[in-house]
């Protein structure tokens, strides 16, 4: 089965960070566009971060510019997303997944095609 596995969730205080990894063993990750999503408990998924598949384009949802930042390692076949100034509101399973081309467009859910299982963020006091 083609799917990356994300790591690196865990509990953090409001305003730290995390940085989060997502690899895959199996098949390449380095010809396409990844995101990032996160669902937070009682609402939908949502997209984060996007990176091209070059690596030369990045997309953020508003909630999070200034904020996250995601690359990416050819070397290493994996995508990371740091993150900053972590709120409460960042609280949520966090997924990566496979981007169906080199660019990205959104975060329309049909534009991705292999889903990571998650890594749990917690962020409380």
């Known amino acids: 089965q083609l799917q990356p596995v994300e790591s690196g969730g865990g509990l953090v205080q409001p305003g730290g960070s995390l940085r989060l990894s997502c690899a895959a063993s199996r098949f390449t990750l380095n010809l396409n566009a990844m995101g990032w999503f996160r669902q937070a408990p009682g609402k939908e998924r949502e997209g984060v971060a996007c990176?091209?598949?070059?690596?030369?384009?990045?997309t953020y949802a508003d909630s999070v510019k200034g904020r996250f930042t995601i690359s990416r390692d050819y070397a290493k076949n994996a995508v990371y997303l740091q993150m900053n100034g972590l709120e409460p509101e960042d609280t949520g399973v966090y997924y990566c997944a496979v981007g169906n081309g080199h660019y990205c467009s959104g975060f329309s859910f049909g534009d991705y095609d292999h889903w990571g299982p998650g890594t749990q963020v917690t962020v409380s006091s």
């Open positions: 990176i091209t598949s070059s690596g030369s384009d990045t």
